[in-house]
């Protein structure tokens, strides 16, 4: 199966607000509300960030939000920080093989 | 606190094989779905196999289906992977993960480097 949909880079300049989309089909993204998404900064762990579309881990900013229309789920990140530029990726349950499935990632750069 | 330690990695031969074990503590790991996660050099992260509270239930992507067999032991807090009839293209970093709902990995391991090459 191939994996969910994200733009290769996204950028921003500080205070400002992005947002990364991460598209699928009805049998992940859009069939369930199971989305996910981490954050990883080079050489470090992925880190969750949002959980079930749009629910946030105790301790992460509340800076970061997601949200779901259809197949295609999105993270926003407002008031950019120079600590936020990191790879983020989303996750989705699915029907498919091994249940759960990422998406390419995004580089996200902080100008 | 939640913590996850993999162990197992190394330099393999093509066709060779290799055991990691992952060592949960901090939580009750007999609650839990658990998985491994795998991250190529430069690439992106994949799931590579999911395994039920009680080991009842495994899944697996595409392709490492029929070479790789996920298991616990929750007397021993542990997670492992099996790997079999390795390929280069199964180089990468191997993370073991919490999962308390599929798709949702909330606590990660270090990861071991697994390195396949003649």
């Known amino acids: 199966q191939s994996a969910l949909t994200q733009p290769a880079s996204v950028s921003g300049s500080p205070g400002q607000s992005i947002t990364i989309s991460c598209t699928g089909t009805?049998?992940?993204?859009?069939?369930?509300?199971?989305v996910s998404w981490y954050q990883q900064h080079p050489g470090k762990v992925p880190k969750l960030m949002i959980y079930?579309?749009?629910n946030r881990p105790s301790g992460v900013s509340n800076r970061f939000s997601g949200s779901k229309s259809g197949n295609t789920a999105s993270l926003t990140i407002s008031g950019l920080q120079a600590e936020d530029e990191a790879d983020y990726y989303c996750?989705?349950?699915?029907?498919?093989?091994?249940?759960?499935?990422f998406g390419g990632g995004t580089r996200l750069t902080v100008l | 606190e939640v913590q996850l330690v993999e162990s197992g990695g190394g330099l393999v031969q093509p066709g060779g094989s290799l055991r990691l074990s992952c060592a949960g503590s901090g939580f009750t790991f007999s609650s839990y779905w658990m998985t491994w996660v795998r991250q190529a050099p430069g690439k992106g992260l994949e799931w590579v196999a999911n395994?039920?509270?009680?080991?009842?239930?495994?899944y697996y992507v595409g392709s490492v289906k029929g070479r790789f067999t996920i298991s616990r032991d929750n007397a021993k807090n542990s997670l492992f992977l099996q790997m079999n009839s390795l390929r280069a293209e199964d180089t990468a970093v191997y993370y073991c993960a919490r999962i308390p709902q599929l798709g949702r990995a909330d606590y990660w391991g270090q990861g071991t480097l697994v390195t396949v090459s003649s």
């Open positions: 009805s049998s992940d993204v859009g069939g369930y509300n199971y």
């Open positions: 996750s989705s349950y699915t029907t498919s093989d091994s249940l759960a499935i």
């Open positions: 395994i039920k509270q009680d080991g009842s239930e495994k």
């Open positions: 079930e579309v749009s």
